[in-house]
């Protein structure tokens, strides 16, 4: 009588929130903006413009004279 092993190995079942997602994440966003492609530079400038805009609400909004 021969005794085969399951070809099938048991997995563990994933948790749903998976620590390193996270990081990987925040490395490929890393990666977008910084990536030397006209993607890249268009990602950049949007992130240029709306630095821009949020500087000028709150310059506009700290110097009003109420």
């Known amino acids: 009588m021969n ?9 563990a079942p994933q ?3 998976q620590p390193d997602s996270i990081g990987q994440a925040f490395e ?3 990666q ?4 030397l492609s006209q993607n890249g ?3 950049r400038g949007y ?3 709306l630095a821009l805009l949020l500087t000028w609400i709150v310059t506009a909004f700290w110097y009003h004279p109420w």
């Open 15 to 17: 948790p749903a929130f």
């Open 41 to 43: 530079g268009s990602l």
């Open 3 to 11: 005794i085969e092993p399951d070809p099938v190995s048991p997995v």
């Open 32 to 35: 977008r903006i910084f990536a």
């Open 47 to 49: 992130l240029f413009q």
């Open 28 to 30: 490929l966003a890393i």
